[in-house]
């Protein structure tokens, strides 16, 4: 599965930006994964920000982000999505899109648990 993360750019405090990571290689279908947001800061290690299992029944957040950020799937259009609204100077960071090859209900923050990883998006939210 080769991901693709895009929808990244600059907004002022308090805007909305969309980002997408979309799966080629394979489907969402034929290959079930849980995706995931993770986040990096110059400096900091990569942290979880949300996830959302493969069927998108179970979706997850990271407290810095819950109420203002949303995860959600499209299987038919191998597509997962991060809706974040509100956003503050501290969102500021380059976003990742990973996926872990598994059936399960339930999701893990632990980055060496996935599998596949795109490339990453900056994000950039002035003051």
């Known amino acids: 599965v080769q991901l693709q993360a895009s929808g990244g750019g600059l907004v002022q405090t308090g805007g909305s930006l969309s980002l997408s990571c979309t799966a080629s290689?394979?489907?969402?279908?034929?290959?079930?994964?849980?995706v995931a947001w993770f986040r990096q800061t110059p400096g900091k290690e990569r942290e979880y920000v949300a996830g959302?299992?493969?069927?998108?029944?179970?979706?997850d957040y990271t407290d810095f982000v819950k109420g203002r950020f949303t995860i959600s799937r499209d299987n038919a259009k191998n597509t997962a999505y991060l809706q974040m609204d509100s956003l503050k100077p501290e969102d500021t960071a380059v976003y990742y899109c990973?996926?872990?090859?598994?059936?399960?209900?339930?999701?893990?923050?632990?980055?060496?648990?996935?599998?596949?990883w795109g490339q990453g998006t900056q994000v950039t939210v002035s003051s």
């Open positions: 959302i299992n493969w069927s998108g029944v179970t979706t």
């Open positions: 290689g394979h489907t969402f279908t034929t290959t079930p994964v849980a």
């Open positions: 990973a996926a872990e090859q598994n059936v399960r209900t339930s999701l893990t923050a632990r980055a060496l648990k996935y599998d596949y």
